[in-house]
């Protein structure tokens, strides 16, 4: 009888399995506060008033592209603190903090997989860095948003996170979906990058079901995870390949689509990435356009997600070549300024006042 060596046979193309501190033993170490969890809590519970219709406010999803030094990023956070504060009649904030940066081919893959920026990879203390920061941003009564990409890191950071996207090359994935059905915040499914809307109306069918999958458990074992799926799984629409759709006809097609599968009809509107060309000056454009929509009294668009961070535009991220960076600027997709973003959120409020007036 032959015997195939598992040595010979497994793990040809792997250098190395390091070992990472157990789910459990992170959030044990860097609990949230109850100002933090009522914080989390409040949040996911105004997200799901504003998709279900029962908060008339406009959800603005707002932040930097990817954050990739926490101290620009708190920075950052403060301002918006203050300005969502100012605004809170008309609109639920919630501050983008996103960790994990999904690649067209290669490039930096966000704070959590490489927080030294040099390509060490070093995602325990990425994992570390990112619970951190959802902590610091909490503690200043702001909720936040992310893109949740790898299946394990939910396990580190999901209690302290009021909203998920599952992204525009993931929303297909059958992985991302099980894992959004058992997330304890609403979920967001964007359009896929060639702009097809069905499968993010998929992604948020398969979502709303129970669920049962491979995952880990709080101590990092492999675990068979049974879920109850998802009530707040809803549609964002970012543009695609075919172009934006951000207007009120694609807007109110991809509510109907919805609507007819039984899912959330109210979705988000992404004013970046397709939407805007990847082009921080066009994506202000976008945004007053989308307020012009808004106050017109189209009722399909619960949200506006912005890219924003404190210096507009982008700069780029050679891994290899330690060059200062310029401080809060974004090094992945270009993003609004602070000054801009802090015209722009009152265009938005105005509008969601006068949506309501409307009704
Ligand atoms: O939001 C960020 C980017 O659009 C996304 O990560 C893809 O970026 P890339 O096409 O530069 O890899
Ligand atoms: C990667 C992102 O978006 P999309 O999935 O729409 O490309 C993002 O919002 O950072």
Redesign the pocket.
Known sequence: MSVTTEAAASDLHVSQFESLTAPDTLCRGLPASSMVASVVERGRAEIAGVLSGADPRLLVIVGP??VHDPDAGLDYARRLAELADSLADDLVVIMRS?FE???????WKGLINDPHLDGSHDIGTGLELARRFLLDVGELGLPTATELLEPITPQYVADLISWAAI?A?TTESQIHRQLASGLSMPVGFKNATDGDVGLAVDGAVAAGRPQSFLGIDGNGRAALVRTTGNPDAHVVLRGGRSGPNYGSGPVAMAAERAAQAGVRPRVVVDA??ANSG?DHRRQAVVVNELADQIGAGDDNIGGVMM?SFIVGGAQPLDVTAGRQLTYGQSV??ACLSWETTAELLPRLARAGRERIRRR
């Open positions: 592209c990817s996103y940066k999904p690649r067209t081919t290669v490039g992204g090359r970046s990435h990847k890219e992945t997709d």
